[in-house]
C-alpha cells in the first residue's frame, strides 16, 4: 500500500487592508484640526461679547455707549461698546481719565484691528512671528492712546492712574485700560523721565 501523500496548500498573507497616511496628510490633518480648534475660539468669544450687548440698555456717551455690568471688571472697551461696572459707575468712583481712554480706543478704531489679528491667527496659527506681531499691535494701541492721553491731561497724573490700575484680567477681543506692561508705557509717556518717574518705573520692574 502505497503511502497517502498530503499536499500543503500555502496559506494565503494576511495584508494589512488601512491605507498608510504620509507625511503631508497627516501635516494638512493636524493644520486644519487646530485651525478648527481656534475657529470655534473666536466664534465662541464673538457670541459671549454679543451676549453682553444683547438687550441690554447702554447710556450714549461722546458717540461710544455705556454698557453696565453687574460682575466686578476692569474697563474695557470693544466695538463703540464701553463696558463698566454698575456699582462703581453708579457710585461715580470711575475716573474720567478711564472713560477718556477707552473712547480713543473706540475712536481710533483698535477692536477692528484686534478682530483681524485673531482672526490672522486661526489660519498662520503656525508661524511665531504673527504672535509677535499680535503683540506689538496690542502694545501700539495702549501707546497711541497713551500719546493722546497724555496731550491733555498732566503726565504724571496720568502715569500714577496707571499704575493704580496695575491689575489686569486677560482678555481676548477686547482693549483693557491696564493690558500692557506697565513699565513700557510709563517709559513711553517720558522721553526723559524724571527722579520721581524713575523711581516708579523701578517698582514697575521689581518681580
Known amino acids: 500500500m502505497e503511502p497517502e501523500t498530503i499536499v500543503l496548500q500555502k496559506i494565503p498573507e494576511v495584508t494589512n487592508s488601512v491605507e498608510q497616511y504620509n507625511l503631508g496628510e497627516i501635516l494638512m490633518l493636524s493644520y486644519w484640526t487646530i485651525a478648527s480648534f481656534l475657529f470655534v475660539i473666536f466664534i465662541r468669544n464673538l457670541l459671549k461679547m454679543y451676549s453682553k450687548i444683547r438687550r441690554k440698555k447702554y447710556i450714549s456717551y461722546n458717540g461710544s455707549k455705556l454698557i453696565l455690568i453687574e460682575e466686578n471688571l476692569t474697563p474695557h472697551s470693544f466695538l ?6 454698575k456699582t462703581a ?9 478711564i472713560l477718556c ?3 480713543t480706543h473706540i475712536k481710533q478704531h483698535h477692536t477692528v484691528d484686534v478682530l483681524l489679528i485673531e482672526l490672522v491667527i486661526v489660519f498662520f496659527w503656525f508661524n511665531p512671528f504673527i504672535y509677535l506681531y499680535q503683540r506689538s499691535v496690542e502694545e501700539n494701541h495702549e501707546f497711541a492712546v497713551d500719546r493722546e492721553m497724555a496731550s491733555t491731561i498732566d503726565k ?3 502715569a500714577n492712574l496707571l499704575l493704580h490700575l ?3 484680567k ?6 483693557n485700560f491696564s493690558k500692557v506692561p506697565l513699565n513700557k508705557r510709563i517709559s513711553m509717556l517720558f522721553s526723559k523721565p524724571s527722579k520721581k518717574m524713575k523711581r516708579i518705573i523701578y517698582v514697575l520692574i521689581i518681580p
Not at 486677560?170 to 482693549?175: E, G
Open 89 to 97: 459707575f453708579r457710585k461715580e468712583t470711575i475716573e474720567p481719565e
Open 166 to 168: 496695575s491689575v489686569a
Open 170 to 175: 486677560q482678555q481676548m477681543l477686547y482693549h
Open 101 to 103: 481712554h477707552e473712547l
Open 156 to 158: 504724571h497724573n496720568y
Open 80 to 85: 463703540t461698546y464701553i463696558f463698566l461696572n
